[in-house]
């Protein structure tokens, strides 16, 4: 198996991060607009992110291009932000009724 460099870690680790990055940005934006009707689909698309950001991250953990504590980490500040919305979502359903 050939070496791997150090730039191709921090490559690995970008794309990573950037992936990541965009399941955030989908996760603020349900948040900033929990004035709008639920959407389902909306969910499942994140969950779908989720699960693929997921096997990505044990796919380089396993190539050693990553740690698993930097994987843990990417989806841990995740899941984090989820619960904020499933949160948020809740205070919401309890205020309209």
């Known amino acids: 198996m050939p070496q791997i460099t ?9 794309l990573l991060k950037a992936d990541a990055n965009n399941i955030l940005q989908l996760i603020e934006v349900q948040i900033d607009n929990l004035m709008a009707p639920q959407c389902p689909l909306y969910e499942e698309v994140l969950d779908t992110q989720m699960f693929g950001l997921s096997r990505e991250i044990n796919f380089a953990v396993r190539l050693q291009l990553i740690t698993a504590e930097e994987g843990r980490e990417l989806l841990d500040n995740l899941e984090y932000k989820l619960s904020e919305l499933h949160e948020a979502k ?4 309890s205020f309209e009724k």
């Open 6 to 14: 150090m730039n191709q870690r921090d490559k690995a680790y970008a």
């Open 90 to 93: 809740e205070k919401e359903i």
